[in-house]
């Protein structure tokens, strides 16, 4: 069951909600829309295919950082991953449990370890300065602090480079070969450090288990060497990544089960704590940008439907040429042609498009048309270029009502920073 259908009646839904009835309700300008349901069952999903496991699930913040959705993951259970001060800040106001958070990060600052180490999360050493201002923001708040080593497998996730990170030129983690100066380091520090774990990330949009599996039989290895010099480490922390189906092509691609199932002889074996960092595989499909046709127009060889909204708005496909799906949200007119389009946005240049050589049927202006699969990495980076402002979101709640979750940004608020200089 998924929260966005379309009808034979030509018409796309979110939980039996018309979205043009919902679009021509709200505010006239882009929207984000999600499915509260559809989190629910997300977040069921990862705890179903967990059962028997000691486990935490560590909701990747950097995904889709709206309060309302923390609030409601959170609640559903969930831990989360946090790579800035300014995320642990919003994961401790949604009421996660500093236990069951994870701060990540190859740049890690002083003042945010401090704070993470007040807060008694888990903090993953990334390199040989980040250890060494762990160990200073721990003397700083008067804490010792359970830290995992951030290992680099090596494993080559096969996905685009700009979203790969365990591989063994990538800027984060340690070099494996460095691992005894860490562990001696840590050693070095019983005041301070609690090596409690082992962590390592692969990149995103992973759709083969089995790069998880190598993955983790490489990291159990590491726990083994570990355990044998006497740390009584009880966490194995994989990471996020699992892909999701942005083609909607039918394709079978893994779920969370063939996720977990691919690992969970390893981790019983060893018997370990198993910690998970989902972002897009909880979030994305949750979620649509609903954005109304401006005009159509043909140019040279092209032609472009010309949408309000823009890469402002969603980046993904302009930054990583990355394929989200995209349809009209009402029937097409009968003497509609279909042609192959670019979905474009008003954005002054050329990168600025949501979807490349699409065939759609030529939309009348006005009409309703969604970007699919946009709950993660769309509104958390979102920008104001061309000062466009960053739009508001909504959700079908459980009982089928829609409910603002933030409010668009506006002028006034732009015009905010400028007051008092
Ligand atoms: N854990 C760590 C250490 C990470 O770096 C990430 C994502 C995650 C967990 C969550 O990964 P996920 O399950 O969401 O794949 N902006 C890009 C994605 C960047 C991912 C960065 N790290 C995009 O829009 O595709």
């Not at 018409?11 to 349901?37: A, Q």
């Not at 070095?188 to 090596?195: A, F, I, Q, R, S």
């Not at 063939?258 to 972002?279: A, H, K, M, Q, Y």
């Not at 104001?384 to 409910?403: A, C, I, Q």
């Amino acid at each position: 069951q998924h929260c966005f259908t379309k009808s034979e009646d030509g018409y796309l839904y979110c939980e039996g909600l018309k979205v043009h009835d919902i679009m021509e309700s709200v505010e006239r300008r882009p929207f984000y829309l999600y499915s509260k349901p559809q989190i629910t069952r997300n977040v069921e999903a990862y705890k179903d295919a967990l059962q028997g496991l000691n486990s935490i699930i560590g909701y990747a913040i950097k995904a889709n950082n709206n309060l309302k959705i923390l609030e409601h993951l959170r609640h559903l259970g969930c831990g989360a991953v946090l790579v800035s001060g300014n995320e642990l800040r919003l994961a401790l106001r949604a009421g996660f449990d500093p236990t069951r958070c994870i701060f990540n990060g190859n740049g890690k600052i002083l003042d945010d370890l401090v704070l993470a180490a007040e807060a008694g999360v888990f903090v993953n050493i990334d390199s040989e300065f980040d250890l060494e201002n762990i160990v200073e923001a721990a003397r700083r708040a008067g804490k010792k602090v359970n830290v995992l080593l951030r290992i680099n497998p090596d494993v080559d996730p096969q996905v685009h480079p700009y979203v790969a990170t365990g591989n063994k030129n990538s800027k984060f983690g340690i070099r494996n070969e460095k691992l005894q100066w860490f562990l001696d380091a840590v050693k070095g520090h019983p005041n301070e450090l609690k090596l409690v774990g082992a962590h390592c990330h692969l990149g995103s949009t992973i759709t083969k288990v089995d790069i998880f599996r190598d993955a983790a039989t490489i990291m159990i290895n590491y726990i083994d060497q570990i355990r044998g010099q006497g740390f009584e480490v009880d966490y194995l922390n994989i990471g996020g990544g699992l892909g999701i189906d942005y083609y909607h092509s039918g394709a079978i691609l893994p779920t969370p089960r063939d996720l977990i199932d691919t690992v969970r002889d390893l981790v019983i074996s060893r018997g370990l704590n198993l910690i998970i960092e989902p972002g897009r595989s909880l979030i994305a499909n949750t979620c649509c940008l609903v954005n109304r046709v401006t005009g159509v127009k043909t140019n040279g060889s092209k032609n472009f439907i010309v949408i309000d909204g823009s890469m402002a708005e969603l980046i993904r496909p302009s930054l990583y040429d990355a394929y989200q799906h995209i349809e009209l949200i009402s029937p097409a007119q009968s003497n509609a042609e279909i042609v192959t389009f670019d979905v474009v946005g008003p954005v002054c240049e050329s990168a600025d498009f949501l979807g490349r050589e699409r065939e759609l049927p030529t939309p009348a202006k006005g009409t309703g048309l969604v970007v699919h699969d946009a709950g993660a990495y769309c509104m958390s980076m979102a920008s104001t270029y061309n000062l466009k402002m960053r739009p508001p979101e909504y959700w079908v709640e459980d009982d089928g009502s829609v409910s603002k979750i933030r409010h668009g940004e506006t002028f006034e608020d732009h015009i905010r920073f400028f007051e008092g200089l």
